[in-house]
Nanobody, 115 residues
Framework: QVQLVESGGGLVQPGGSLRLSCAAS????????MGWYGQAPGKQRELVATITSSGRTNYADSVKGRFTISRANAEKTVYLQMNSLKPEDTAVYYC?????????WGQGTQVTVSS
């Protein structure tokens, strides 16, 4: 069993930055692929960025060059550095851990980009 707790969301002006964190409990964190997903009001949850156990990353086209996903296995934490934020980045951001048949989600953290 893995529990995921996101933090770091908040209100930021356009062009600003935020760093989201996802802290995991349980064992074998290093084998999990980790991901961040965003769900804007009235829309479906969408992939933002993922990172595999070996460190390979993947990004949605809309965030390439602005967001960076990283992981610290010793700390059982995955991060999402969000730069040059736009109003359209406003969403609840969820952390996800997947490995074999295991699939876990966090509760989400709200990011609002507004002046």
């Amino acid at each position: 069993q893995v529990q995921l707790v996101e933090s770091g969301g908040g209100l930021v002006q356009p062009g600003g930055s935020l760093r989201l964190s996802c802290a995991a409990s349980g064992s074998l964190f290093s084998v999990y692929s980790m991901g961040w997903y965003g769900q804007a009001p009235g829309k479906q949850r969408e992939l933002v960025a993922t990172i595999t156990s070996s460190g390979r990353t993947n990004y949605a086209d809309s965030v390439k060059g602005r967001f960076t996903i990283s992981r610290a296995n010793a700390e059982k934490t995955v991060y999402l550095q969000m730069n040059s934020l736009k109003p359209e980045d406003t969403a609840v951001y969820y952390c996800r851990a997947t490995w074999a048949m295991n699939d876990y989600w966090g509760q989400g953290t709200q990011v609002t980009v507004s002046s």
